[in-house]
């Protein structure tokens, strides 16, 4: 039974978070009071980042072994300058969540969301998803 | 099985070929999609867990790509 759900993970990871996001994780909406961000749902959201991040990963990785087109490093450093913004930004979402400051957590969940879609598309305008899954 | 889940397997299946190196991957995003499907309020130590990995995650892909 692992190994079909480890599998499915990964294929769900290069499908990109956007699907991942929109289908598990409330992401497909914007904040607001009468959508609040709620503990659970933060979470969802970053079980949704670990996924699509494993993807990330993989890549990183595979360009560092030069197992993939070297053009991957401007690519990563293309995706590197929203997910350097991403960290501080949900460090702060989680500590808004935590104190149940909404004002403030529906803001910075916002902006996570728009973060996270500039990455993903990011990744599928230099088909990343393609390069890690078409490697053996 | 649907030909949805059955492309989806198919394709997990030639990745988790391609990236046979990267078993720890393999099994952060299982964890992480574990949690997801989960219908269950998650504890706090699942919460502190997520954040810690992918605070991780983010770190590794954040840092500088060596020449």
């Known amino acids: ?136 | 099985m649907s030909p949805e889940v059955l492309a989806l397997v198919l394709k997990g299946l030639d990745i988790i070929v391609s990236i046979a190196s990267n078993s720890d991957l393999v099994e952060r995003a299982g964890n992480a999609l574990i949690g997801l499907l989960n219908k269950d309020e998650p504890s706090q130590a699942d919460i502190d867990a997520a954040e810690v990995d992918l605070d991780s995650m983010l770190a590794e892909f954040n840092s500088d790509i060596p020449e």
């Open chain 1, 1 to 136: 039974m692992k190994r079909p759900i480890l599998v499915l993970a990964f294929a769900a990871s290069l499908s990109g978070c956007a699907s991942i996001t929109s289908q598990f994780a409330g992401f497909d909406v914007t904040a607001s009071v009468s959508n609040p961000v709620t503990p659970e749902r933060l979470y969802r959201v970053e079980q949704a980042a670990r996924v699509a991040t494993a993807g990330l990963l993989t890549y990183r990785r595979l360009c560092i072994l030069r197992k993939i087109d070297q053009s991957c490093r401007q690519t990563i450093a293309s995706i590197q300058v929203y997910t350097r913004r991403l960290s501080p930004v949900l460090v702060s979402l989680r500590t808004f969540v935590r104190a149940n400051d909404q004002i403030n957590a529906i803001n910075t969940f916002n902006l996570a969301r728009e973060i996270l879609t500039e990455i993903q598309a990011q990744r599928t305008a230099a088909n990343v998803d393609a390069a890690i899954g078409g490697k053996s």
